[in-house]
């Protein structure tokens, strides 16, 4: 099974960057993440380019990559309580046509990590409810990492016990979710 990850932020030392490269190493066997990285090559969205089918090689590559992974976990920071504005964009472009989008039925599941106490939860909310309205699979559940500066070691592990432990039942959420969708048995 693969899961995409997609990290909401461009930032190079990136907290939900750092998040997914977490999750990655806490999957079940079998199961493998992969980064995109591209989410700073997206263009502004267009209606005119999208309805003309205009489509830029990063939006092309994109659609390919949610395509061709069984399920999509994000991490999204919070901007003024919010999706960041590069994410929101990206997720515009792969929503159309509505009935045949790359999301539509697609498992996905949404974390997020902030500096504040809040642990990103309204920008967590707001991702889930843009997955939804595409017609994704959404895992209705969230993991708001909160004062993120505090939660990882120099090399971007996740420091504390119980944490890891909820990401590693978040991640498994998912991949169950993806299981049940794809009719295939659970390893024993
Ligand atoms: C423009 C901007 C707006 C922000 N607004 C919020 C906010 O509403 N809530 C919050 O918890 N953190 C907010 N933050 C702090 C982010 O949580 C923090 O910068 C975080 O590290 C961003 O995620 P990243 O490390 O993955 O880049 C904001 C940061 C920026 C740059």
Same mark, same amino acid.
């Given at each position: ?48 380019? $999208? ?5 830029? /090689?990063?939006?092309? #590559?994109?659609? !390919?990559?949610? +395509?061709?992974?069984?399920? *999509? ?63 994704? $699979? ?5 993991? /708001?990492?909160?004062? #993120?500066?505090? !939660?990882?070691? +120099?090399?971007?592990?996740? *420091? ?29």
């Amino acid at each position: 099974m693969r899961i995409l990850g997609i990290s909401g932020s461009l930032r190079a030392d990136s907290h939900n960057t750092a998040l997914l490269r977490a999750a990655a190493e806490l999957l079940p066997p079998g199961v493998e993440l992969e980064l995109y990285e591209g989410l700073r090559e997206i263009p502004p969205y267009d209606q005119d380019e $999208d309805d003309a089918g205009q489509h830029t /090689p990063a939006v092309l #590559a994109l659609r !390919q990559a949610i +395509e061709q992974a069984d399920a *999509v976990l994000i991490s999204t920071p919070e901007y003024n309580h919010s999706i960041p504005g590069v994410l929101k964009n990206a997720l515009d472009w792969v929503s159309r046509p509505v009935a045949t989008s790359v999301l539509r039925n697609k498992p996905a599941a949404v974390v997020g990590a902030s500096t504040s106490l809040f642990g990103a939860i309204w920008a967590q909310a707001e991702v889930r409810k843009v997955l939804a309205a595409i017609g994704a $699979d959404v895992v209705d559940r969230e993991l /708001p990492v909160m004062q #993120a500066q505090a !939660q990882f070691d +120099e090399y971007g592990n996740l *420091v504390a016990d119980d944490l890891r432990g909820q990401l590693a039942e978040h991640v498994n959420a998912l991949v169950e979710a993806t299981r049940d969708r794809n009719g295939a048995p659970t390893p024993a």
